[in-house]
């Protein structure tokens, strides 16, 4: 009964390499996010979106690219892989109403650890 | 700009109470969460606070805020080893588009 998933847990790949890493939620849920976390442990919002708006962090370099296939699902590819792309990834998602009540809460998926060699 | 902070390292013993706090930027913020990651792992939705309370308990977790200094606080009671980890707060800044800002988590340490 897993909420959020992503595929794969760890991926180590050389500099230059093309990956993508496979985020999927069974909650539902209108929006998916894209987050980063480097090695200080500090989290940034990359990419929020739902099928009616993609909002971009600006300073995400334009060689990731999310793709969402469907609601449930949404990938994140890059490009020309770079050392500094070494961090743990994390999807997550939520839900825009229930109710008619506006919700806000993000559930998370458990990462993707990508090593850049 | 956006810019919410936490302290880095906290240590308590087990059996006393935690007290993690967090300071945030935008006062129209509407949610304020916390989050814990334990090691390796991913990040876990503790509680939130909507920002027209003042307070919300939920067994051994409280949250306090104060909208006027923009001071948010996790007090976890009767501390566990096992909630040793990192403990993130995060806000929605207005205009963000639902994205969460988040500090740069407290490493709780529960020493036995």
């Known amino acids: 009964d897993t909420a959020v998933s992503q595929t794969p847990k760890y991926l180590v790949t050389q500099m230059g390499n093309d990956k993508s890493i496979k985020c999927e939620q069974n909650?539902?849920?209108?929006?998916m996010y894209w987050y980063k976390q480097d090695s200080k442990k500090f989290l940034k919002i990359m990419f929020s979106?739902?099928?009616?708006?993609?909002?971009i962090n600006e300073t995400v370099p334009n060689r990731f690219s999310p793709k969402s296939p469907d609601k449930a699902h949404l990938n994140l590819h890059i490009n020309s892989l770079e050392l500094g792309d070494s961090a743990v990834y994390f999807c997550?998602?939520?839900?825009?109403?229930?109710?008619?009540?506006?919700?806000?809460?993000?559930?998370f998926g458990p990462g993707t650890r990508l090593l850049v060699l | 700009g956006e810019d919410v902070e936490q302290s880095l390292f906290l240590s308590v013993r087990e059996g006393d109470s935690s007290v993690i706090n967090c300071t945030y930027t935008d006062s129209s913020s509407t949610y304020l969460y916390w989050y814990k990651q334990e090691p390796g792992a991913g990040l876990q939705l503790l509680t939130y606070?909507?920002?027209?309370?003042d307070m919300k308990q939920d067994q051994r977790l409280t949250v306090l805020l104060n909208k006027k200094d923009k001071h948010l606080s996790l007090r976890i009671a009767d501390t566990q080893t096992g909630d040793s980890a990192i403990y993130f707060c995060?806000?929605?800044?207005?205009?963000?588009?639902?994205?969460?800002?988040f500090g740069s988590g407290t490493q709780l340490t529960v020493l036995p």
């Open positions: 995060a806000e929605r800044p207005t205009g963000s588009a639902r994205q969460l800002t």
């Open positions: 997550a998602s939520s839900q825009d109403q229930l109710a008619g009540v506006y919700q806000e809460t993000q559930y």
């Open positions: 606070i909507f920002s027209n309370m």
């Open positions: 909650l539902g849920h209108d929006t």
């Open positions: 979106y739902n099928n009616k708006e993609l909002i």
